[in-house]
């Protein structure tokens, strides 16, 4: 790897050791929320949604390790379960906006001329929405919802997944290996699917962790808006909201835990995506 | 230069018309009557669905109900809330002060701050580039409604320094209700204008005009004035564009978590409240903003840049 000469001290060493570092501890957090996912029922103290009203707005103590919320409700154990719906969410999105967004690209880069055209300009118009305000409409539309928010938010993110694989699938499809499986007389469907797809992967993969972090705000601010998981199911968007009266009467808790979560989280995924994105591009 | 001035804003009108179908179709998407649809959760009688009918055109076919749709927006008829007895127009013409002051306060601290702090991490020292890149790291993964709770905690409950919510009146008044909320919308935005300007400068920076500038003997802050930012600047400000996509759509959230009654909650309550008729107007209204913005954005960017022609117009 390194060229330096022996002796010499590599200046470009350093960086890189220490970005690497960093995305390894991005992708420790991104572990961390996983297992607090996955083992929310085992981890937390409490069923999420009792209520206490005894307790509300009950400081940190032994019980509540993390104090309660306006209903009495530990405030610990609905971040662990919140976990869940925040990466839930996400992935269902991203990987509806990855299938849609590939057939889409690859189609068009495939095809070409006048499928290309009308395809780029189809992007171009859903570009032109908001995930959020597409959240609202589609919320107007079919009412609101955990599964609604995550088909307008997965469409919503088709156009910035499928640019990056249409150029990619372009520059693919103009190379000799696509040129040799069609003179060997290899159906169009067979060389996609077995040379070209495999050869595109790598640029998916990257999109996938990128949009990710897009995908949680915006799940998330839909939730906060009431239009995406409904109550009383714990979810950090909600969360934010739900906690806003408790706030403006002197009780933070709720809300900035939960904003923490969601900025944690948010981080790590940019910080892993931009360097999966870097080695990609320094593969090539 | 004309050919794609030309070109960019007939895409414009045609962007604009599709999507003004898009939205008007999304009732007609909704399996069920219309009638149905537009009532639901409301006790309608046979005056009130004979209203519906004929505020919606539903006894007309879809082309000429989507044409009488669209010149009652060219008229300044924008339709009449189900919910409020009243014009849509009446219902959003009073909130849209508050609502474009916020954005226009958010996109004025984006655009300083993320083209300043951008500019000076790609052309100073090691140090502040990377402290700028961690900031504007952490920055961009922080959004609005996260932003306006620490905010709303801090400075307004605690120190009590800005209200908590509402609009105020007159424009002292707006200007004080909107500045905290202006700069949650502002921090992921402008670390994103960071990051985007960070790397068109120093793009800029690598090229060779630089060093025959450098060995020309030019002072520095001509090169970087001149030059360099000339040169990035309509990477900036396509950046800038695609940024105020972001600001727009979060500055309906941030609305909502400073109970702010601007457009914006308007159209978060009349989502929740099925009034269709303010949801389609104000969705239009929002992209077709954005829209125009990026159409400006591109002509200004031509201007600066006349190279931009010859793309734009073989496009």
Redesign the interface.
Known sequence: MSTSAAGTVDRRRLPRDWSRAVAWTAGAVILLVVVAAVFAPLLAPHNPNALNLNEAFSAPTARYPLGADASGRDLLSRLLYGARPALLGPTLAVLLATMLGTVVAVASAWFGGLADRVISRLL??LF??????LA??V????G?GFTTSILAVGIAEVPYIARVIRTEAIRQRKRPYIEGSLVQGLPGVAIIWRHLLPNVAPTVFTQMTLSF?YVI?NL??VS????GVQAPTADW?SM??E??SS??Q?Y?QE??Y???C??VV??A???FG?WVAARMEARR | MLVAVVKRLTELVATLLVTSLAVFSSLYLVPGSPIAYLTRGRAADAAAIARITAQYHLNEEFFPRYWTFLSGLFHGDLGQSLVYNESTWSLIEPRLTVTLLLIALATLETVAVGVALGAVAALTGKASDMGIVIGSTIGVGIPAFAASAVLLSVFAVNLGWFPVAGNGSGLAGNLDHVVLGSVALAISSAAYMVRLTRSAVREERAKEYVDTANARGLPSGQTVRRHIMRNAAPSILTAGGVTFIGIMASEVVVESAFGINGAGSLLVSSVGAKDFSVVQVLVLMYVAAFMIVNTVIDLVALRVDPRLAIEMATR
Do not use: K, Y
Not at chain 1, 128 to 133: K, N
């Open positions: 171009d118009l032109a929405f908001p995930p959020l305000l609202l409409l919320a107007a539309t079919f609101a972090g705000v998330a601010a906060f808006l009431g239009l968007g934010v909201s906690g806003q706030l403006v002197g933070p809300s900035l939960a904003s923490a969601i900025i948010v981080v995924f940019t910080v931009d």
